[in-house]
């Protein structure tokens, strides 16, 4: 069973950055699909960036476009989220997850996640 640790959230001001890291152990995460997910107070969560296994496939929820990238390592099991001109309404906690199936995790179904990382951005 895959298990990961989010960590590199924190304070940022508007218009700046921070990277999130995702760190996988317990299976072979090349095998995974997997993604960012954001919940803020009072919100659903909401996937906001994808990869495929290999990495060469990238998704992206509108809002984040053009801002966040998302990359992996996977000889260091790890995912990564660049996060530019950050805005006041990207403030949420950020969760990693993933899947199996590619398809599956598009369709919004993960199978491990992790206890989140919180990233505030103040006007």
């Known amino acids: 069973q895959v298990q990961v640790v989010e960590s590199g959230g924190g304070l940022v001001q508007a218009g700046g950055s921070l990277r999130l890291s995702c760190v996988a152990s317990?299976?072979?995460?090349?095998?995974?699909?997997v993604g960012w997910l954001r919940q803020a107070p009072g919100q659903e969560r909401v996937f906001v960036a994808r990869?495929?296994?290999?990495?060469?496939?990238?998704y992206y929820e509108d809002s984040v476009k053009g801002r966040f990238t998302i990359s992996r390592d996977n000889a260091k099991n790890t995912v990564y989220l660049q996060m530019n001109s950050l805005k006041p309404e990207d403030t949420a906690v950020y969760y990693c997850?993933?899947?199996?199936?590619?398809?599956?995790?598009?369709?919004?179904?993960?199978?491990?996640w992790g206890q989140g990382t919180q990233v505030t951005v103040s006007s």
């Open positions: 990869t495929s296994g290999s990495g060469d496939m990238t």
């Open positions: 997850a993933g899947h199996a199936s590619l398809r599956m995790l598009l369709r919004g179904t993960y199978d491990f």
């Open positions: 317990g299976g072979t995460f090349s095998m995974y699909a």
